[in-house]
């Protein structure tokens, strides 16, 4: 039998022919890291290398889970999310290469040194983490509405090592009143019933994280009218949204008030995040 000789190249070809998705490749390669602990340039360099007959059956097992549409972080049980590796579960979003432009947004607007600054809905506490490991003296807080996203998201500070405060709230309503120089937020924003929820890793993430409305637009209507008694003047509001929504969400941030409203793009080219200053 093969098991007992094959090799990395193998091994990715067997997987990379049965895996569906947008990146069989990267995919695979991320599982055989997991098994083996090489890093993926390892298995570029040296595909002949030889894996152990245990190490091909760890891994075809979780090439089995892949094929059968769980999410690769899933089966890892983590995932990179700018500089950091987060735990993952499926009671939060899995954290989006798209939202670390988010975090460059926030990162490029002109704030004190000292920054008070919130993610709201935070899930595995992604944003908030990359931002406190890029500015260590802002004083960085997340709420999330489900425990078990509090919990991970706490879990995800301790492993990072950096001061996160998480509360469970629904957006402001459990927070003592106080005010921000910034406010992030990638809160749910797929409309009801939207047909990209039935395919992908969005089928394998909570509802509560995802869909907003019938518009899609819930909570993201909410956040812009709350922020404004949770912002100090000058603050900044900075919310991801799906990409068919940047005009609506600049009407939203023009017509609650906000001034210096931008929408950016994410690395797909689309419209990915708007942002507006309150005065
Ligand atoms: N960007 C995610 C997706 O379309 C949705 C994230 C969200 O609703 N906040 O898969």
Redesign the pocket.
């Known amino acids: 039998m093969s098991e007992s000789s094959l090799t990395c190249g193998e091994a990715l070809a067997e997987a990379c022919a049965r895996i569906d998705g947008e990146s069989p490749r990267l995919d695979a390669e991320l599982l055989l890291t997991e098994v083996t602990g090489w890093p993926p340039a390892r298995f570029r360099a040296f595909p002949e290398a030889t894996l152990e007959p245990g190490q091909v059956v760890a891994f075809r097992q979780m090439v089995e889970r892949r094929c059968a549409g769980e999410p690769v972080a899933h089966i890892l049980g983590h995932q990179g999310f700018w500089t950091l590796t987060l735990e993952v579960t499926p009671d939060t979003?899995i954290p989006?290469p798209?939202?670390e432009c988010l975090v460059e947004a926030a990162l490029s607007l002109p704030l004190p040194d000292k920054a008070r600054v919130i993610d709201l809905g935070t899930g595995t506490g992604a944003i908030a983490l990359a931002l406190l490991s890029e500015r260590p003296d802002w004083e960085v807080q997340a709420t999330d509405l489900v425990p078990e996203a509090v919990a991970l998201a706490r879990r995800n500070a301790e492993h990072c090592g950096l001061p996160l405060t998480v509360t469970q709230s629904h957006w402001f309503a459990g927070l003592a009143h106080q005010h921000f120089n910034l406010i992030v937020s990638?809160?749910?924003?797929?409309e009801e019933g939207d047909h990209?929820l039935a395919s992908?890793?969005?089928r394998y993430e909570p509802d509560s994280?995802?869909?907003?409305g019938s518009d899609g637009l819930d909570a993201i209507r909410h956040l812009v009218h709350k922020s404004q008694y949770w912002l100090t003047p000058g603050g900044w509001l900075v919310l991801?949204h799906?990409y068919n929504q940047g005009e609506a969400v600049r009407l939203l941030f023009r017509a609650g008030g906000y001034s210096n409203v931008e929408t950016r793009k994410d690395y797909g080219g689309n419209d990915r995040l708007t942002l507006g200053r309150w005065h």
Do not use: F, M
């Open positions: 979003l989006r798209d939202t990638n809160p749910p924003y797929i990209h992908g890793d969005v994280a995802l869909v907003s991801e799906g």
